[in-house]
């Protein structure tokens, strides 16, 4: 139907009009997952990643809206990250909100960045911006200043994975989107 609205109005329309961006092509993945959850496991090899690889991992896809989608994750009973992403103007940008367990913010939270030229529609890559790198090195933590965090959806593969890489570190989660779990409840704001 949709080919045929745009073969229809090709003198109004131009054809790349017809095709979906990458930005909304990902969107729309994303969206298509929201209300359900799913257990994920890391596949990347760092020893420093082995206290997470020993628990159980979860995210939810939930409050989605058409310019954000609140995905909580949880780290065996550690329900304090939630991953933002949010479509505006600029295109797509993911954000890290982290909060303590009575809901209030964490000092070092709202990192992230917008994504970058050389995302796909199945895969959106998010170099760490100006106010995260200030943050960092606010933080103490001045090697997370050249962080990109990528997150793929594939629907084919039934995979949902999250990314971390920058300089001597790399981190991925993957999720399988074929199997919804029951989520556990993540931490409610306080603010």
Request: proline share 6%; aromatic share 8%.
């Amino acid at each position: 139907m949709l080919l045929r609205s745009c073969l229809g109005g090709l003198a109004a329309l131009s054809v790349s009009s017809c095709i979906p961006s990458p930005e909304a092509e990902f969107w729309g993945r994303v969206s298509s997952l929201c209300g359900e959850a799913f257990e994920g496991e890391i596949v990347s090899e760092d020893a420093a990643d082995d206290d997470w690889r020993s628990q159980r991992i979860v995210m939810q896809v939930r409050d989605c809206s058409k310019s954000e989608i609140r995905i909580p994750l949880s780290v065996g009973e550690d329900t304090s990250r939630t991953w933002v992403l949010t479509r505006g103007a600029d295109g797509l940008a993911l954000h890290h909100e982290h909060r303590h367990a009575d809901g209030s913010l964490d000092a070092v939270t709202g990192y992230g960045g917008t994504s970058a030229d050389y995302s796909s529609g199945s895969r959106q890559n998010f170099p760490a911006d100006e106010a995260t790198q200030a943050l960092f090195d606010e933080a103490g933590i001045p090697e997370s200043k050249a962080n990109i965090w990528a997150v793929e959806v594939r629907p084919a593969h039934t995979l949902f994975a999250y990314e971390l890489e920058r300089p001597g570190r790399f981190f991925r989660l993957e999720f399988d989107t074929a199997k919804p779990v029951t989520p556990p409840e993540p931490v409610e704001a306080t603010d």
